[in-house]
């Protein structure tokens, strides 16, 4: 039986006003009330690095009871990661090392998803190296019960589990035995940490320990990337099997799938398009090219029709995550594609959400329309902000009392409690997940003193954790976009973390 290994989290109390500036244009509003947090670092099982995963498409490391995964660094050294990750559930102050497949001291695993109720869902090693790559081979798995739990696949080397409901349905992909060329950048590099495949990847839906093939739009790929709680499936296909001359592989349209049909979401004009996340109504939302694929903006997919939302005035746009009101959050490029900010699109009006300095980007809304997402402050520098209407931007490290030795990078989910979920530095180097939560409602669980948090990990030596950089990863045309995908096929090996 495996063992389940406790360590313990790392509990830095916050007590600062967050001062929330009036509105003056607002109808009288009042003075909002200062807002305080609780703050969570996780430590790793090898008390190094750890960190949440993000996309494309979208993953869900944040369900709304505050359940928490994240990826984290062992002691157990590896030749592809530096060292064993493993998932990482932290819940009610406690996080646990969910293990891999046998030897878990050997393999690594991820965790993509966790669903109100608990279950998680993401991948893990098997011990195997794939021939056709040469990269290690991966499984789509469950984690639960203490156990770790192999999904399977077609028959091929790999499969990836990436989206859970409450009902316990799962979607991902799988490969068969199928040789094929192209598999590895649809979505734009849809494999975990970039890994390329050889054999064609299947669109799947786990359900009541069965398998099944969504199909495709007509090309050989497809990958299922977002399931809700009604069941309906959002995911990305190759439409056909013929390399395009602006891309160098087949053109892919999201696809929106429910009750054994599949759609074609369609595209903006051109030939590569992607979904990266569905609402419980069945909107989607993603990045399109428009002919000649020199541009890209971000839309909207609602029953049918599908919506350009555009861009500030430059060629690059994309949508990230759509709440169930319809409000879509992502980024749009100015005219010049020199800067960029954070948007939220609602009833066809785009609105600037600015910055804390240079450029920003909203990564995930709430259902109470709070956004969150990361901004340049400074050449190289980058910190995380939560917006809210009538109170603007506000940087989340301002929270953060001088001296604490951290601060908060990114901050990639936000759920229907106000949670708030990301990436932290350490002044050592160290990457951590952190987990915010608002306790103005229990003012006993916000203390006055802040924790050291080198003193209480003892953190050395790190910078062990192959993580992709997030800050300069933005796409300022789609010339970007493909000598992104060819750099990271040929030397990114960590987990993807946006």
Not at 35 to 57: H, Q
Not at 416 to 427: T, V
Not at 472 to 496: K, N, T, Y
Request: hydrophobic fraction near 40%; charge should be negative.
């Amino acid at each position: 039986m495996r063992v389940k290994h406790r360590m313990w989290m790392v509990v830095v109390f916050l007590l600062a006003m967050l001062a929330m500036a009036t509105s003056l244009i607002a109808q009288g509003e009042a003075d909002q009330k200062p807002r305080r947090y609780k703050l969570y670092l996780v430590l790793a099982p090898g008390d190094t690095d750890s960190s949440v995963p993000g996309g494309p498409p979208t993953f869900r490391m944040l369900n709304n009871q505050g359940t928490l995964g994240s990826a984290g660094s062992t002691s157990m050294p590896d030749p592809f990661f530096g060292f064993v990750v493993h998932a990482v559930q932290s819940r009610k102050g406690v996080s646990t090392d969910l293990g891999a497949l046998p030897p878990a001291d050997a393999n690594f695993s991820v965790p993509y998803s966790v669903s109100d109720n608990g279950a998680m869902v993401g991948i893990s090693g098997n011990g195997q190296i794939d021939p056709l790559t040469g990269f290690p081979e991966f499984e789509a798995v469950s984690f639960n019960d203490g156990g770790v739990t192999d999904l399977g696949n077609f028959g091929g080397n790999g499969s990836l589990a990436i989206s859970v409901n409450n009902r316990g349905q799962i979607v991902g992909y799988a490969l068969n035995t199928v040789p094929d060329p192209y598999g590895s950048f649809l979505m734009g590099c849809s494999t975990t940490g970039c890994f390329p495949v050889g054999q064609q990847m299947r669109a799947v839906l786990w359900d009541k320990g069965k398998m099944k093939d969504l199909g495709t739009l007509g090309g050989n790929d497809a990958v299922a990337g977002i399931i809700n709680q009604s069941g309906q499936v959002a995911g990305t296909s190759y439409t056909n099997t013929t390399p395009n001359l602006t891309t160098g592989f087949p053109s892919q349209d999201p696809f929106f799938w429910e009750r054994g049909e599949m759609v074609d979401v369609g595209n903006l004009g051109g030939t590569f398009a992607y979904a990266n996340w569905m609402n419980e109504r069945g909107q989607v939302v993603g990045l399109s090219t428009l002919a000649g694929d020199n541009v890209a903006h971000p839309f909207l997919w609602d029953r049918g029709k599908l919506t350009d939302i555009g861009t500030f005035g430059g060629t690059y746009g994309e949508a990230f995550s759509v709440n169930n009101a319809g409000q879509v959050v992502g980024v749009a490029n100015f005219a010049g594609d020199q800067l960029w900010d954070a948007f939220v699109w609602s009833k066809g009006e785009l609105t600037d959400l600015g910055n804390l300095g240079i450029t920003s980007r909203a990564l995930a809304i709430n259902s109470s329309g709070q956004v969150v997402g990361n901004s340049k402050v400074a050449p190289g520098t980058f910190h995380c902000f939560l917006w809210e209407k009538g109170s603007g931007m506000i940087d989340l490290n301002d929270l953060i009392p001088p001296g604490s030795g951290l601060f908060l990078q990114e901050a990639v989910y936000i759920n229907d409690r106000g949670q708030i979920a990301g990436n932290a530095i350490l002044d050592s180097g160290a990457m951590r997940a952190y987990l915010l939560t608002p306790c103005d409602d229990h003012p006993d669980d916000c203390r006055s003193e802040m924790v050291s948090v080198e003193a209480s990990t003892g953190v050395g030596q790190t910078g062990v954790m192959n993580v992709a950089p997030t800050g300069d990863e933005h796409i300022s045309s789609f010339a970007d976009l493909r000598r992104q995908l060819e750099q990271r096929h040929r030397v990114s090996v960590g987990p993807p973390v946006r």
